[in-house]
């Protein structure tokens, strides 16, 4: 390993972006992955069918960010995808976001206009103003009988947590359409990188001032690594310090088991996601990867989720509690002066994908004082 100016552990997006941007500003970068490959929980590749796969779940890029958009384009092609997600509810496949075609299908009504969806949601909701929790938000927009059917268990499952033990936030995620719109975002750029999205990160991590060390654990070698001018660290951050401020209440994380499967016929299911939030099955979703891309191959693969509380850690878990574990970390981690804490692990922040290029591009420039997305020339003067 040779000496460097910028350290980075860990090569998803945030380390990844970072260590690009530094690179272009003429310093030497080196990332360290303790996985066998970059591109963090986005990594995909080909499986024995032939499909493009994720193997942490399927990623759906969208933004509104023009400065994220433009800067992903630099290193992929992206060919327009707009998401959409069915849910196996009664034995029937609704669309999510719940929109009027949900409610009719479930409930046999026949509502045609925004009006009448407006005056359906008006009737079957709780008038709950600042909801509080989970589920106080689920019940304010869906009200209680689609609450119950697509949202109670499916978090539980998700989370091992009901709605009302969760922040808001994590059910806001959800809109709810008094259309029939029924694509599960609705940014102005949804798309998917035309080679995937390791190719992708290959192509922002390809600069000769990037070294990548991988199959290295940043623990088992940190008293080696010094000299550096900063340091961005990308893990979880109760991990950096060794777990002190979390021995008797432990920061929560989620996992996730990806159960995957050949299924020797050219499709198993119409759509590319389909949510299963009854109690009846212990998976919440399964993703059938062919769809993406409509891509072509004999057999097809699918994959089904079960969240744990084991394993590689992929999602921070949004409550009270474990927010107010993080601020004692937050608190120590302020303080170290060389030392950047960057990413979903690692600012315990449930952070889309694109929000992560953007707090990755944002963090660069405040660093810096460069602005984020002019181009790379603008910083040969760092
Ligand atoms: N959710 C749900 N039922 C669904 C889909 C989502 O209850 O069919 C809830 C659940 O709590 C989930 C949250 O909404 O964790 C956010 O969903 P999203 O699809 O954004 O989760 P992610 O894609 O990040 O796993």
């Known amino acids: 390993m040779r000496n460097a100016d910028i350290v980075i552990i860990g090569a998803g997006i945030s380390g990844a972006v970072l260590a690009e941007r530094y690179a272009n500003a003429g310093k030497k970068v080196l990332v360290i992955e303790k996985r066998s490959h970059i591109a963090g929980n986005c990594y995909d590749h080909i ?136 694509r599960y975002f609705s940014d102005i750029h949804q798309a998917l990188p035309k080679k995937g999205y390791t190719e992708l990160f290959r192509n922002i991590l390809d600069h000769p001032n990037i070294e990548i060390v991988l199959n290295i654990d940043y623990f088992d070698i940190c008293d080696q690594i010094e000299g550096y001018e900063k340091l961005f660290y990308t893990g979880p951050v109760d991990r950096f310090f060794d777990f002190k401020h979390s021995l008797k209440d432990k920061l929560e994380y989620r996992s996730i088991n990806f159960v995957s499967e050949t299924i020797e016929q050219p499709f198993f299911q119409e759509n590319s996601v389909v949510n299963y939030p009854g109690e009846d099955v212990a998976f919440t979703r399964i993703i059938e990867y062919k769809h993406f891309g409509n891509q072509q191959s004999e057999n097809t693969t699918v994959v089904r989720e079960y969240t744990t509380d084991e394993g590689e850690p992929y999602y921070p878990v949004p409550n009270p509690k474990n927010q107010q574990i993080y601020e004692r970390y937050k608190t120590e981690a302020d303080k170290l002066v060389d030392v950047h804490f960057v990413g979903r692990l690692a600012n315990y922040k449930y952070f889309n994908m694109d929000q992560a290029f953007k707090n990755a591009l944002d963090l660069f420039a405040t660093l810096e004082g460069q602005q984020a997305s002019v181009d790379t020339a603008a910083y040969e003067n760092i």
Request: no cysteine; charged share 25%.
């Open 47 to 182: 499986d024995d069918n032939g499909i493009l796969v994720s193997k942490y779940g399927a990623h759906l890029f969208h933004t509104n960010y023009e400065d994220v958009w433009e800067y992903v384009n630099r290193f992929s092609d992206w060919y327009p995808w707009e998401h959409k997600v069915l849910a196996k509810v009664d034995g029937q496949l609704v669309p999510i976001p719940v929109n009027i075609t949900t409610v009719n299908t479930l409930f046999g009504s026949d509502i045609n206009t925004e009006d009448e969806m407006d005056e359906w949601l008006a009737e079957n909701t709780l008038p709950i103003e600042n909801p509080s929790n989970g589920e106080e938000a689920a019940l304010s927009k869906v009200g209680p009988v689609l609450y119950e059917k697509m949202f109670k268990h499916y978090t539980k499952k998700q989370w091992d947590k009901y709605p009302e033990e969760l922040d808001a936030s994590v059910l806001n995620r959800i809109p709810v359409r008094t259309n029939h719109d029924d």
